[in-house]
């Protein structure tokens, strides 16, 4: 039988060293880095023990009422697996995880698997298990946009291709910096303009896991004159992924193709050894409107679909 037991602070240490030693965890389920908003989250994970007391795999989870979410305040977050989890030993997990939720009074979850490009090795066990074992749909469905870092990419288009030489012309030049607070006004001001919303982490909650996670949080920026006129927040993870956690651009930038000229030096210098760069989704409203503009753009780059997908099932 396998033991089921609710996280508590005092299992950080034993929970991050099992993360980092995992076939499919990443920084964003370190507690370091999860519980930077602890305060927004009813906070329910999981960790499952075997009946000899190892742990064989974490469910990073909050609770609202009688739902439970895996995870609410993180892009993906489902079973967090050994390199020894086998697809009978998911199917086990997910038979007790139901029994154990049931008695905690949950009769609904909702469930967001890792990406695939974040594994270390194979690890869709949880797939499976989920929908022989607990009857689990495809609730919410969104696309990222993914450039494999090899032979095989796409060309870019001819339109990012003048944004370069555009760029290049115009003098922009582009740099890693720790100038957050710079990239931060213009990022501010671009999804007011445009969206009316503000940056899902503020200033003072990028610093924070910025110097939490130096080796995984990097900012990268295009200026002219000394003034920043784009940039993005790359979370680079397990040496595979790329990923950009912040794209923007001022009304100058977009101008003189300062994100292009940006993207080259990634894509083309700072990151061509890591497998994948992923551009993150261009869906809205759960998947169900596409940002045309936005995906185009990513295209544009060699980037190709990926889902980010949330199963859902009852107890």
């Not at 796409?154 to 555009?166: M, N």
């Not at 290049?168 to 009316?196: I, T």
Request: glycine letters at 8%; a negative charge; one cysteine or more.
């Amino acid at each position: 039988m396998l033991e089921i037991r609710q996280y508590h602070s005092d299992n950080e240490a034993q929970w991050n060293t099992f993360v980092a030693q995992s076939k499919n965890g990443t920084f964003l389920i370190d507690r370091r880095y999860m519980d930077y908003h602890a305060h927004r989250f009813a906070d329910f994970s999981l960790m499952i023990y075997s009946e000899k007391g190892s742990l064989q795999a974490l469910l990073p989870a909050h609770r609202e009422g009688n739902k439970l979410f895996s995870h609410g305040g993180l892009t993906y977050g489902g079973l967090v697996m050994g390199n020894d989890m086998t697809a009978q030993k998911a199917k086990q997990v997910f038979e007790s995880l139901n029994v154990f939720l049931k008695e905690q009074g949950i009769s609904n979850v909702r469930y967001k698997p890792t990406p695939h490009i974040y594994h270390r090795c194979a690890a869709e066990e949880d797939l499976y298990a989920i929908v022989q074992c607990c009857h689990a749909s495809l609730l919410f469905r969104e696309i990222s946009s993914v450039v494999m870092m090899d032979e095989t990419a796409p060309r870019w288009s001819q339109l990012r291709t003048r944004g370069v030489k555009k760029a290049e012309k115009q003098g922009v030049l582009v740099s890693e910096s720790d100038d957050y607070e710079g990239f931060w006004s213009v990022l501010s001001d671009n999804l007011m303009q445009r969206h009316g919303v503000q940056p899902v982490h503020s200033l003072e909650e990028i610093r924070l896991l910025a110097s939490r996670f130096p080796r995984h949080i990097r900012l990268f920026v295009a200026t002219m004159e000394g003034e920043i006129v784009a940039g993005t927040v790359i979370y680079e993870t397990l040496g595979r992924v790329a990923h950009a956690q912040y794209i923007s651009a001022s009304p100058r930038g977009k101008q003189v193709g300062a994100l292009d000229m940006l993207f080259h030096y990634l894509l083309t210098e700072r990151y061509v050894h890591t497998q994948y760069f992923d551009f993150g989704i261009s869906t809205e409203q759960h998947g169900e409107w596409l940002n045309e503009n936005l995906i185009h753009q990513k295209e544009g780059f060699g980037a190709r679909g990926v889902c980010y997908d949330t199963y859902e099932w009852t107890l």
